[in-house]
């Protein structure tokens, strides 16, 4: 199992401004399905550890190199306040070796 390795970095505004955010064109079906299990825009903390910690429970599925960088594709269990812990992709990109993974998005897979 291939692991995400190195250090990681999630935006705040990643967080409240995208995927907890009910009123965001792409982000507010995102946001009904991390409330749901027990996320809240007022404690973004929570939903910014869990992912961050994502890949640290779960192996990388794909990894492809673009412009942009390294970009890998983590999927399975996300810790989540109310236990339930369902599966959902992360994805992160790297821009160089000497940088951190940064999160680009997170959805839940069927």
Same mark, same amino acid.
């Given at each position: 199992?291939?692991?995400?390795?190195?250090?990681?970095?999630?935006?705040?505004?990643?967080?409240? #401004?995208?995927?907890?955010?009910?009123?965001?064109?792409?982000?507010?079906?995102?946001?009904?399905?991390? =409330?749901?299990?027990?996320?809240?825009? #007022?404690? &973004?903390?929570?939903?910014?550890?869990?992912?961050?910690?994502?890949?640290? @429970?779960?192996?990388?599925?794909?990894?492809?190199?673009? $412009?942009?960088?390294?970009?890998?594709?983590?999927?399975?269990?996300?810790? =989540? $306040?109310?236990?339930?812990? $369902?599966?959902? @992709? =992360?994805?992160?990109?790297?821009?160089? #070796?000497?940088?951190?993974? @940064?999160?680009? =998005?997170?959805?839940?897979? &069927?």
């Amino acid at each position: 199992m291939i692991r995400l390795e190195g250090q990681r970095f999630v935006e705040l505004a990643k967080v409240v #401004d995208y995927l907890l955010n009910a009123e965001h064109a792409d982000g507010g079906s995102k946001s009904a399905f991390f =409330t749901r299990f027990g996320f809240d825009r #007022d404690r &973004p903390e929570e939903l910014l550890d869990a992912l961050a910690s994502h890949p640290d @429970r779960n192996a990388v599925v794909s990894v492809a190199i673009s $412009p942009f960088g390294s970009k890998s594709v983590v999927e399975c269990r996300i810790d =989540t $306040p109310d236990g339930r812990n $369902p599966c959902i @992709r =992360t994805v992160w990109i790297r821009e160089g #070796d000497a940088s951190p993974h @940064r999160l680009v =998005t997170a959805y839940p897979l &069927p």
